[in-house]
């Protein structure tokens, strides 16, 4: 069974409101990301922030399983522990809900890469990017919160526990090959090119 999380608990101080809420062709972006999760995995799972459940829930399916984020300013590591410990699938594929171009088949390669070890970060303009991975579950799920138990807040701090592959950018481009998944909107300007890509697709 196969989990897709997306993560929509930041604080959007760049771009001004809750970016998960922001409307984009008449519906929030968060659910064009939920849209091409349920496309791949067996269920979603939405992080938001504390407080934010019934609003976000006003936008997206029963179906869809809503958490709260416990505590603030802990970073998008302690939204992704949440959202996992919610999770019933054996794996999880993660994306930001800032992000509504994101490809299925790119998620897709990044899950089968990450087959038989404990995940697959796709490794894309010379950086990693742990929001758009695949995670086993349990295994992750222990190191992650170790992490965040020392005091550190990145997903990638927690790397040196873990066996995961690493997806090149050549072979993400094979599915993606603009790279369109990994544009995120963090203000108006990005809002505006993603309505413009989304235009011409």
């Known amino acids: ?19 998960g809420l922001v ?5 929030p972006m968060v659910s ?10 067996d269920e979603v799972v939405v992080a938001v922030a504390g407080g934010r459940a019934e609003e976000y829930a006003r936008f997206l399916s029963n179906d869809t399983i809503i958490v709260e984020d416990e ?10 522990t949440t959202a996992m410990r919610a999770a019933g699938g054996d794996y999880v594929v993660v994306s930001p809900c800032d992000t509504p171009l994101l490809r299925p ?5 990044v899950v089968n890469n990450g087959e038989g070890k404990d995940g697959a970060v796709p490794f894309v303009r010379g950086y ?10 349990k295994t992750c799920l222990d190191a992650f919160e170790q992490t965040v138990a020392s005091g550190r807040r990145r997903p990638k701090d927690a790397y040196h526990l873990l066996n995961l ?6 072979d993400i481009r094979r599915f993606d090959p603009h790279l369109e998944s990994f544009i995120n909107v963090n203000t108006q ?11 011409r697709r």
């Open 105 to 109: 088949e790119m998620c897709r390669a």
């Open 71 to 80: 505590r603030e300013g802990i970073g998008p590591l302690h939204g992704l």
């Open 128 to 137: 990693l990017e742990p929001l758009h991975a695949c995670y086993r579950r």
């Open 165 to 170: 592959a690493t997806v090149d950018e050549e």
């Open 32 to 41: 064009r990301v939920v849209a091409t999760m349920r496309m791949l995995a």
């Open 23 to 27: 409307m984009l062709n008449d519906e």
């Open 189 to 199: 300007d990005d809002l505006a090119e993603v309505v413009d890509h989304i235009s």
């Open 1 to 19: 069974m196969l989990t897709g999380i997306v993560l929509s608990g930041g604080t959007s101080t760049r771009f001004g409101q809750e970016k």
